[in-house]
C-alpha cells in the first residue's frame, strides 16, 4: 500500500486494534475462535494432517517388517526438522513482504511465550498484501512437504508427514492473523508494525462503494 503510517488518519482510517507482541498468543487465541473460513481452514488443515500422519504410523506399526525403534525415531525427526524450518518459514515472510514492496525487514522471537515474527517496520500492508505475505510459508512449505512425502519411501515419509502436522500447528499465528482480517471484512483494513515498540497496529475505514 503506498501509505505510511502518518498518512492513514488523513485517508480515513481509524485506530481499530494494537496488538503488543508480548500479547500475541492471547490475540491469536480469541481469533482463532471466531467462526469464519480462515479459523476453519486452520482447524481443518491440522485435522487433515493428522489423520495423515495417523494412518502412516499404523500401516507402519502392522507391518512386521519394518522395526518398531525405526517408526518411533521417524515419527519423532518431524519435530526437530520443523525446529529447522522456523526460520525458513520467517525468511518466506520477509521475502513476501520484499515482494509486496516493504523497504526493510527484521526478525523478533520470544521463546519462552514461543513466538517468532517477520517485521515489516512502519510497511502498511492491505489486505491482499498482508494475505500474500501471511500465507506464503504455509503454501510453500506444505506444498514442498507434500511432494516430499508422496516420493519418499515408506519410513521416510512418516517424517514428512510429522514435519507437515507440527509445521502446520505453528501457523497458528498467521492463520489467527488472516481470521481477524476475516472477521472485519466489512471494512477496509490495512496493519502496520512497529518494530521499536514491538506493537502491531490494525486501522479501519469504510468501503468505497462500487
Request: proline letters at 4%; aromatic letters at 16%; hydrophobic letters at 45%.
Amino acid at each position: 500500500m503506498q501509505l505510511t503510517p502518518s498518512e492513514l488518519e488523513k485517508n480515513g482510517f481509524i485506530v481499530a486494534d494494537k496488538m503488543d507482541h508480548n500479547e500475541l498468543v492471547p490475540f491469536i487465541s480469541q481469533y482463532l475462535k471466531a467462526k469464519n473460513w480462515f479459523s476453519q481452514s486452520y482447524y481443518g488443515f491440522n485435522l487433515f494432517f493428522l489423520v495423515v500422519f495417523a494412518t502412516k504410523l499404523v500401516l507402519l506399526f502392522t507391518d512386521p517388517g519394518v522395526p518398531k525403534s525405526e517408526i518411533v525415531l521417524k515419527a519423532c525427526l518431524g519435530i526437530t526438522y520443523t525446529f529447522v524450518l522456523l526460520p525458513i518459514h520467517e525468511l518466506i515472510h520477509a521475502a513476501a513482504y520484499k515482494w509486496v514492496g516493504a523497504p526493510k525487514t527484521s526478525f523478533d522471537s520470544n521463546w519462552k511465550k514461543f513466538y517468532f515474527m517477520a517485521i515489516a517496520d512502519k510497511f502498511v500492508a492491505n489486505r491482499r498484501e498482508f494475505f500474500f505475505v501471511a500465507l506464503a510459508p504455509f503454501t510453500v512449505i506444505s506444498l514442498g512437504l507434500t511432494v516430499g512425502m508422496i516420493l519418499a519411501s515408506p519410513l521416510t515419509s512418516l517424517t514428512f508427514a510429522s514435519v507437515l502436522l507440527f509445521h502446520t500447528a505453528c501457523c497458528s499465528g498467521d492463520f489467527g492473523l488472516l481470521s481477524y482480517f476475516e472477521h472485519h471484512k466489512a471494512k477496509e483494513v490495512v496493519t502496520y508494525d512497529d518494530a521499536e515498540k514491538k506493537e502491531t497496529w490494525f486501522l479501519f475505514r469504510d468501503r468505497k462503494p462500487t
